[in-house]
Every structure is written in structure tokens, then in C-alpha cells.
């Protein structure tokens, strides 16, 4: 099992940044996947950004590249989002999101097999 728990949202002004944090604790080994995805009340959840354990390998999706940057503490097994140039369409819930090994480039929600509880990220026009 793996637990995951993020932190870092809140309210901010169009074009302002805000840095989301991921912890894994549990039996995370050494050979995994960590991903940001967000949500909106009655859309689906969507892939933000991911990266592999060691960092080397990072991949985003076309609404966020050039604005965001996902990057790994490996000895802290944390993740972070780093989100500039926010947008009002940002405005989501932002949930970490985990698999054991490498996904193969597929970032749907079932290619992840553990989820955090979600931290609310608005911003305002």
C-alpha cells in the first residue's frame, strides 16, 4: 500500500504561481511513477504531468507545457508541481497520483494505481 498527501493549493491571481507537494509513504521501492492529475466538478479527471522516479523522464500535457514543471525529491519520495502563469482554466482540484514501474507513456487514471485526497488550487481572473 501506498499513501500519498498533498499540499500546497489555495487561491491565486491569474498569472501568479503556486508549488503543489506530493508525499509517498508506504511501500513505494525504488522503481516508480508519480503523477499530478486535475479535476473540475463534472469533467473527468485529466493527466497534468508525471515523472519517474529518478526525475530523468518527464512528460506534460499541451495545456501546461511552458507553464508548469513536475520535479522528484528521491530520498524524500515527494513530488512537486511547480505552476507559473496561472490561468482562471487552471482552477481544479490537483490529486498525486502513483504506479509501481514504468507506465509505457500512458498517464490515463487507470494506469495509476494509488490517489491522494485531492488540494484545491483557484485562480482568479
Known amino acids: 500500500q501506498v499513501q500519498l498527501v498533498e499540499s500546497g493549493g489555495g487561491l491565486v491571481q491569474a498569472g501568479g504561481s503556486l508549488r503543489l507537494s506530493c508525499a509517498a509513504s508506504g511501500r513505494t521501492l525504488s522503481s516508480y511513477t508519480m503523477a499530478w492529475f486535475r479535476q473540475t466538478p463534472g469533467q473527468e479527471r485529466e493527466f497534468v504531468a508525471a515523472i519517474n522516479w529518478s526525475g530523468d523522464l518527464t512528460n506534460y500535457a499541451e495545456s501546461v507545457k511552458g507553464r508548469f514543471v513536475i520535479s522528484m525529491d528521491t530520498a524524500k519520495n515527494t513530488v512537486y508541481l511547480q505552476m507559473n502563469s496561472l490561468k482562471p482554466e487552471d482552477t481544479a482540484g490537483y490529486y498525486c497520483?502513483?504506479?509501481?514501474?514504468?507506465?509505457?507513456?500512458?498517464?490515463?487514471?487507470?494506469?495509476?494505481?494509488?490517489w491522494g485526497k485531492g488540494t484545491l488550487v483557484t485562480v482568479s481572473s
Open positions: 497520483a502513483f504506479r509501481y514501474g514504468y507506465s509505457g507513456g500512458k498517464y490515463g487514471v487507470r494506469d495509476m494505481s494509488y
